[in-house]
């Protein structure tokens, strides 16, 4: 089976509603499964690249992007008991 990354962003609908967040990621989780497919894992993303703090982050995609030969997009990544754990200390 192959491997795909989806990126989604929140729409304004979305972000009003985010406290419904988890209960969606469950529906979403549902409805693939009836297709076939698996949500192997999900992401919160948030900044760049995964590394051990910011600092490394910049001197890698400066390093990379000063080649010349790619752009980068890089974003910080909270695992699904992180990401539950943010929507549930929310006012």
């Known amino acids: 089976m192959a491997t795909y990354v989806t990126l989604l962003k929140y729409t304004d609908q979305g972000?009003?509603?985010?406290?419904?967040?988890?209960?969606?990621?469950?529906?979403?989780r549902q409805a693939?499964?009836?297709m076939g497919g698996e949500v192997r894992s999900f992401h919160l993303v948030q900044g760049r690249y995964d590394a051990p703090n910011d600092e490394?982050?910049?001197?890698f995609a400066l390093a990379v992007g000063s080649q010349g030969n790619v752009r980068s997009e890089t974003m910080r990544a909270f695992n699904e008991e992180e990401y539950r754990r943010?929507?549930?200390?929310?006012?």
């Open 32 to 34: 693939l499964k009836s």
């Open 15 to 28: 972000i009003k509603a985010i406290k419904e967040g988890p209960s969606r990621l469950e529906k979403a």
């Open 56 to 59: 490394v982050v910049a001197k």
């Open 86 to 91: 943010i929507v549930s200390g929310l006012p």
